[in-house]
């Protein structure tokens, strides 16, 4: 290949690799992982783990990809899931203004939704039963094929629910950010080691929205819109014993 003497480039390596060095390493790392929290979210790059908790170091295992989809990573779900016994919180994320949502809302408007009525819970489990048949190996494809592929799933949903989601133009994009939330819990419930720790109660698995621009509420608020499946957590009992402490914000977007 040839060389590359572009200098801005170049100094952008060399100060990735000045940074790293002056990083405090003093203390090694545990021999063994612990952490106590998973989270999925999505790439992009004004998302951090560090935005969500101080110190994510073996304190929290993270997967991360467009749109924050466990369809297409679920190895990377179900491992620390079923592997790490120190896990006792799982997080979906997702956040406002998502590159990846607005991909797939428009791809979703090229599709001919299927019925299944007015019922979310319907819908979201008649699309995965589809999706599971689209999970392809996307390193045969490149480029905008690639990320539509990995999109599909997400856009088909979009596609099947668009009259519950809606379209009103300044709340669709929030909404579907939400609603794919809901969809992928749905999914990383079909694994069924994780499915079974939630049932037991030995894993809380949620779902949120991380409002980068403080739209509706202080910026940086995390807004929790769903345990366990379970949508309307203003009636979920295991919030019960801390709901006196608890001072989320309530995400305007519900289905």
């Given amino acids: 290949m040839p060389a590359h003497d572009d200098k801005e480039t170049l100094s952008l390596l060399e100060n990735f690799l000045k940074l790293n060095n002056a990083v405090n390493k003093s203390v090694a790392a545990p021999e063994k992982q612990m952490p106590k929290i ?44 079923s592997h790490l016994d120190s896990i006792k919180l ?18 979703s408007r090229s599709l001919n939704p299927e019925s299944a009525g007015n019922d979310f819970d319907a ?43 809606g379209n009103d133009e300044h709340q669709f994009l929030p909404r579907h950010a939400a609603a794919n939330v809901h969809f992928q819990i749905a999914c990383m419930l079909e694994i069924g080691e994780l499915r079974t720790k939630v049932e037991q109660g030995k894993l809380v698995l949620g779902g949120a929205i991380y409002d980068l621009f403080g739209r509706y509420g202080p910026v940086g608020s995390l807004y929790l819109i769903n345990i366990n499946g379970n949508r309307d957590i203003g009636k979920t009992s295991i919030l019960d014993s801390i709901r006196p402490r608890l001072r989320a914000p309530s995400y305007p977007m519900k289905f």
């Fill in 90 to 107: 799982a997080m979906v994320i997702g956040h406002l203004n998502c590159g990846a949502v607005a991909a797939a809302y428009n791809s």
């Fill in 123 to 165: 819908i979201v489990s008649k699309t995965l039963e589809k999706a599971k048949g689209l999970r392809k190996a996307y390193i045969h494809s490149e480029g905008e094929d690639a990320i539509s592929e990995e999109l599909a799933p997400m856009s088909m949903f979009f596609s099947n629910a668009a009259h519950i989601i």
């Fill in 38 to 81: 998973y989270s999925l979210f999505c790439s992009d790059s004004r998302m951090d783990s560090s935005l969500l908790v101080a110190n994510p170091a073996n304190h929290m295992f993270v997967t991360r990809n467009i749109g924050n989809q466990a369809i297409g990573s679920i190895g990377s779900v179900d491992y620390p899931i």
